[in-house]
């Protein structure tokens, strides 16, 4: 989220974009979660008005198919995205070297687990965010980017303090220098009762940093705010969310995983920023299904389609 939203109450004067912006977490005020071990399993989601689909961009197996067959994401057939525009002015977010790349296969990371303590909650998200940023570094390296890896803070209260100035969320990113991420107590009521907390809000805020690397904040802020703008960024962060926890070895993405990541999508709060339910459960389910992180790109198609 760009410092200039509704939600960012800077207790100083507000700093100029040149000292960074800041991206908060989709969810950045989550209500509740469902009572843990509900899941939706038999939610699908089709015919959504967010974004139709259309012709297949890449077909996808149906689940269980065939006696002892792992599972598989059921079937879907998602819309090609449109090619990026000179003439727009989203060009500037729309093209960029990431976009070709496929998500980075998180390896080595720890299986998703709840946590009971502060202590253990930290220990898991710095983990978390290690071993994304690890995974992704030869990505980074390739496109001869900073692998530089950002700092990772904590706070207790509502909000905190960052080079990007105040913000309460319960995460948020700061592009400011190398970067930094903060996590708050909110985030840790959620990492409590549900198993993946950790893995998608350290992946979701990861994709703020990606964003930054790839230049898309920097195109993104040289053109004047607009909720819609604060909106592409954060679904597409979502998606990209959802396309690392795809590819995290750390486990294996079942049918009770796939109902709870649903459930989850379902509960964040709409509107704002964060778009619309239909738009949320729309970006954060495709990326399960990305081959690409171009498979994500909130920036070429029409404004319907981040509603």
């Not at 989709?26 to 939610?43: H, I, N, T």
């Not at 950002?150 to 592009?175: H, I, K, N």
Request: with cysteine; glycine share 8%.
């Amino acid at each position: 989220m760009v410092k200039r939203a509704a939600r960012v109450r800077p207790r100083r004067a507000k700093p100029r974009y040149p000292r960074g912006v800041v991206m908060s977490v989709v969810a950045a005020v989550v209500v509740v979660l469902v009572a843990l071990g509900v899941f939706l399993a038999s939610r699908m989601l089709g015919g959504q008005a967010a974004a139709p689909e259309t012709e297949p961009a890449h077909d996808v197996a149906v689940s269980g198919a065939g006696p002892g067959a792992q599972w598989q994401l059921p079937e879907r057939r998602w819309e090609p995205m449109p090619p990026p525009d000179p003439a727009s002015p989203l060009h500037g977010m729309q093209a960029n070297d990431l976009n070709a790349q496929p998500p980075a296969a998180l390896t080595g990371c720890a299986a998703p687990a709840t946590v009971e303590t502060i202590e253990g909650w930290e220990a898991a998200v710095r983990a978390q965010w290690e071993c994304v940023h690890r995974s992704w570094v030869p990505t980074l390296e390739r496109l001869g980017w900073s692998a530089t890896a950002p700092t990772v803070q904590f706070f207790r209260g509502e909000g905190d303090d960052s080079e990007c100035g105040y913000l309460e969320a319960p995460a948020f990113y700061c592009s400011a220098g190398d970067g930094s991420v903060h996590f708050g107590a909110r985030h840790f009521d959620m990492a409590r009762i549900w198993k993946l907390s950790v893995n998608e809000m350290v992946n979701h805020e990861y994709g703020h940093h990606l964003q930054n690397l790839a230049g898309v904040t920097a195109a993104k802020v040289a053109l004047p705010w607009t909720i819609e703008l604060e909106r592409r960024a954060e679904l597409q962060a979502t998606c990209w969310s959802a396309a690392m926890t795809a590819h995290n070895a750390s486990f294996t993405f079942g049918q009770a995983e796939y109902g709870a990541w649903l459930e989850r999508l379902d509960s964040m709060r709409a509107g704002g920023v964060h778009g619309s339910r239909e738009s949320m459960l729309h970006w954060g389910t495709r990326g399960l299904y990305a081959k690409t992180m171009n498979d994500c790109n909130t920036w070429v198609v029409p404004e319907t389609h981040v509603t």
